[in-house]
Each structure stands twice: as C-alpha cells, then as structure tokens.
C-alpha cells in the first residue's frame, strides 16, 4: 500500500514540476510586460487616445468577425457533425487551414480576392464596401484566421449532442427548425460559447493578415509594431501591457459567466 502511496504522489509531483515550466514560460513575460513597464508611461498611454481608439477598434472588430463566423459557421459545423458526404474530409481539412497558413501570407491571399483591382473586391466596391485600408478589412483578416476554432468547436458540441432527443423532438411534431432551436443548439451551446470565445481572442491578436490588407486604421497589435518600430520597446510594453491585462479581464469574466450558467442549468 505505501508503495502504491508513493507511486501515485511521486507522478502527480512529478507533472507537478513539468506543468510548472509550462506556468513559469507563459506567466514571466507576461508578468514582466505588464508590471515592468514605468507607471508614468503607461499613465500616459492610458490617456493617448490613438492607443485607446485601436484598442477598441481591436475588440470591436474582433466581436463582428465573430458575430458573422457565428451566423455562417455554426451551420456549417452542424454539417459536419451530423452528416456524412463526399468530400467532408477535405472540406473539413480546408477549414482548418487558415491555422497552419503563416498570417502574412493569409492576407495577401485574402487581398488577391477583396482587394480593388481583383473581381470581388471590385464588386464591393461598386456598392461602397471596401477592404483596403478599412474596418471591412480587419473584419475578415480576423475571420479568416480565428474561425476554424468556433467552427471545431461548436461541431464538437453538436456531436456530444443526443442525437436521440432530436429523433423524440421530432416524433412529437416539431419541425426541424424547432428542433435545431430547441433542442439541439442548447445542448450544444457551451461548446458554440467557447468557440465564439476563442475566436474572438483569436481575433484579438491577429497582425499578419491585417497589416497586409489594412494597415489604417491601426488595431492594437499593429500600433504596437509601429511604436517598436519608431519609439523603441520601452515606449511600446505599455501599450502592449495595456491590452494584455484588457484582453486578460475580458476572458476571464467571460470565462465566469460561462462557470455560472454551467452550474445552473
């Protein structure tokens, strides 16, 4: 019995330590971006409203690439998860091909296909719709690059579903449509939040594929690499500081609210 004791504790010390190089690796820099910056600096950046415009533009066009990869991908992840076609591998494969594209090369490929002198993008433009050097832009940089993780996520979702209480739903007279809102979408609601989650984080931190196709106006992640480039990294954490403990708080109470609706439905 004592053997068995130390076998099992000496394993969980063990990974205890291992996971404690992992914690260590991603906790120091960050640490070290937020609370080494000098207070004054980040005082004054906090007042900058260039900083605080291209935050905001950095949530605010990550939350409408998420909105419209949640009205288009979730269907799309129901497909997946519910049915068998031809073809599904590789269309399952080239939506999550936008995760291994290196992000630059994303954005020129988004740019051969919505910039002005490309037929799409042309097409838009004659409506008024840019997405050069505009909002539009940013929009699908973002979705681009973040939708595969909303996409596997919420078809994960789908497949934990029951696909049995959809067969009584049906049997009991509700349509399809009833079904898909009734039953099918709560039970797999938790995995679609997450995934709109991480897309939106996803979203976040994407510099790639958005300075390719829209350098103006300058989210976040673009600001800082222009402040590196012209002011130095002493004058460039803050900025970064900022958004992290921003990005930081805004995923952590996301994360509470999904706790607090777990453990009461």
């Not at 004791?5 to 996971?19: C, E, N, Q």
């Not at 931190?205 to 600001?223: C, D, K, M």
């Not at 403990?245 to 453990?263: E, G, H, N, P, Y």
Request: charge should be positive; hydrophobic fraction near 55%; glycine fraction near 10%.
């Amino acid at each position: 019995m004592g053997n068995l004791k130390l076998g099992r504790y000496s394993l969980v010390i063990s990974f205890v330590l291992l996971g404690l190089v992992i914690v260590l690796f991603v906790g120091l820099p960050v640490f070290k971006l937020v609370f080494g910056s000098d207070p004054a600096l980040v005082w004054e950046n906090l007042l900058d409203e260039r900083v605080l415009g291209s935050i905001w533009l950095t949530f605010y066009t990550a939350l409408i690439a998420t909105a419209v990869g949640f009205l288009f991908g979730v269907p799309l992840a129901y497909l997946l998860a519910r049915y068998d076609f031809p073809g599904k591998g590789l269309l399952e494969g080239l939506v999550n091909l936008p995760i291994v594209i290196p992000h630059t090369a994303a954005g020129i490929a988004l740019l051969f296909v919505f910039g002005r002198n490309f037929a799409l993008g042309g097409a838009f433009e004659n409506i008024g719709i840019s997405f050069v050097d505009s909002k539009a832009g940013i929009v699908i940089a973002m979705m681009f690059v973040s939708i595969p993780f909303l996409i596997e996520s919420a078809k994960e979702g789908f497949k934990k579903a029951d696909i049995r209480l959809d067969n009584v739903a049906r049997s009991l007279g509700a349509s399809p449509w009833q079904v898909f809102r009734m039953v099918t979408f709560p039970l797999a609601w938790q995995s679609i939040f997450s995934g709109c989650l991480l897309m939106w984080a996803r979203g976040i931190s994407e510099f790639g594929a958005v300075i390719i196709l829209t350098y103006h106006p300058s989210i976040a992640p673009v600001l800082v690499f222009e402040r590196l480039q012209t002011h130095g990294l002493a004058a460039t954490a803050p900025i970064a500081g900022i958004l992290v403990v921003i990005s930081l708080l805004v995923f952590v109470v996301m994360r509470k609210m999904l706790a607090k609706k777990t453990k009461y439905d």
